[in-house]
């Protein structure tokens, strides 16, 4: 059971370029976050999932796209990386029916 | 103004301190969390209120519904106990979490 995983832990990218970070549970949980940590700012909700095929939007979605095609998939898709998008990214999930958050290890993205 | 306040923002303590942060929200939440952040990343739940209080080992948390406050307390502190401590709180449905923007604590040998 290992819990939340994200792929990749550190990725660097130019200006421009695009990535998908992916995000995978394995605790069935309906709910999926994706976060942003900045320093000073605390972490911010990017996007959410409450099921598989759903998405919606959270605080600071721009430049951000996301998919759920499986239940235990999130994908966070940057489509022309800005270094504003410097960040590290957790995702994080959860069942209804429970109030507790379980983080992945976290994404350390730098955008030159 | 942020929707979640956490005071202090640093504390440095000497071992066997009793450890009080602090964290003030201005929405209705329908549940509270306190999360542990340790160097390197990791982001861990300690603990979730609604209402009252809940103790795990040296750590207690207390909220109060009615003043929109809530405290973490470090009874005996140790060395390991240092790390960046988060308040959370959450709205409602599936709503994700409103961060504070954390107390980092040091305790000192």
Request: charged share 45%.
């Given at each position: 059971n290992a819990g939340v995983t994200q792929t990749p832990k550190f990725r660097v990218l130019k200006t421009g370029q695009s990535m998908t970070l992916l995000c995978a549970q394995d605790?069935?949980?309906?709910y999926m976050y994706w976060y942003r940590q900045d320093p000073g700012m605390g972490l911010r909700l990017i996007h959410y999932s409450v099921g598989e095929g759903t998405t919606a939007k959270g605080e600071v979605p721009d430049g951000y796209n996301v998919s759920?095609?499986?239940?235990q998939n999130f994908l966070l898709g940057l489509e022309s990386a800005a270094p504003s998008q410097t960040s590290v990214y957790f995702c994080a999930s959860r069942g209804p029916a429970e109030e507790t958050q379980y983080f992945g290890p976290g994404t350390r993205l730098l955008v030159l | 103004k942020n929707e979640v306040e956490q005071s202090p923002q640093n504390l440095t303590a000497q071992e066997g301190e009793f450890i009080t942060i602090n964290c003030s929200y201005s929405v209705g939440i329908s549940a509270l969390h306190w999360l542990q952040q340790h160097p390197g990343g990791g982001i861990v739940s300690l603990f979730m209120l609604s209402s009252g209080k809940k103790k795990h080992g040296r750590l207690i948390a207390t909220i109060n519904i009615q003043e929109k406050h809530s405290s973490l307390h470090i009874t005996?502190?140790?060395?390991?106990?240092s790390a960046v401590y988060i308040c959370a709180v959450r709205r409602g449905g599936a709503d994700g979490l409103t961060f504070g923007k954390g107390t980092h604590l040091i305790i000192q040998p």
């Open positions: 605790m069935n949980h309906e759920r095609l499986k239940k | 005996a502190s140790h060395p390991r106990d």
